[in-house]
T-cell receptor, first 113, second 114 residues
């Protein structure tokens, strides 16, 4: 069974602060995706990282995929209240047609004005 | 273009009853996956359908079943409902190669079993 551990589980910060969320596994994934979910809604895809060591930037969000494709991080610079939400990482199984996402349990981020 | 549509949004059922949830994927997407989300367990994979065939299945009891129609619309059914089945059920569609393309999720169906 492939597991993804996310940390921290909860994060409450002030507007303007920086933060990093981690996603770790002992398994290799063919790609890793980050989603953000708001209350009462489904997750929304932020980014997909495919290559080991890959770094992608989305405005104030920076995503990194580990060299061994087992871990990833999400860094937010100068957080804003609109960044509040549940951040989920999800690994895609490698190989074959066994497609499913394995989700971490998420990091609940609250950015206070 | 229209997103993933799930109906109904909210549902209250009595223990022992059965329920059918519906999902219409994004036009052209042939893969539909179902997930159960609870506060304690997070998102757990139920099953995935691709071109009307179940391609993958999670570790849920046989009371949970699904199907996909020729137009890619999908339904999931839960029989003999238990209190523990109360959850947000999410459907996600994908063109067919999730390693490179992310999933688009619907807003979910909130099922409450009383």
């Amino acid at each position: 069974t492939q597991l993804l551990e996310q940390s921290p589980q909860f994060l409450s910060i002030q507007e303007g602060e920086n933060l990093t969320v981690y996603c770790n596994s002992s398994s290799v994934f063919s790609s890793l995706q980050w989603y953000r979910q708001e209350p009462g809604e489904g997750p929304v895809l932020l980014v997909t990282v495919v290559t080991g060591g890959e770094v992608k930037k989305l405005k104030r969000l920076t995503f990194q995929f580990g060299d061994a494709r087992k871990d990833s991080s999400l860094h937010i610079t100068a957080a804003q209240p609109g960044d509040t939400g549940l951040y989920l990482c999800a690994g895609v199984n490698s190989g074959g047609s066994n497609y499913k996402l394995t989700f971490g349990k998420g990091t609940l981020l609250t950015v206070n004005p | 273009k229209a997103g993933v549509t799930q109906t109904p949004r909210y549902l209250i059922k009595t223990r022992g009853q059965q329920v059918t949830l519906s999902c219409s994927p994004i036009s052209g997407h042939r893969s539909v996956s179902w997930y159960q989300q609870t506060p304690g367990q997070g998102l757990q994979f139920l099953f995935e359908y691709f071109s009307e065939t179940q391609r993958n299945k999670g570790n849920f009891p046989g009371r949970f079943s699904g199907r996909q129609f020729s137009n890619s619309r999908s339904e999931m059914n839960v029989s003999t409902l238990e209190l523990g089945d109360s959850a947000l059920y999410l459907c996600a569609s994908n063109p067919g190669h999730p390693a490179n393309y992310g999933y688009t999720f619907g807003s979910g169906t909130r099922l409450t079993v009383v």
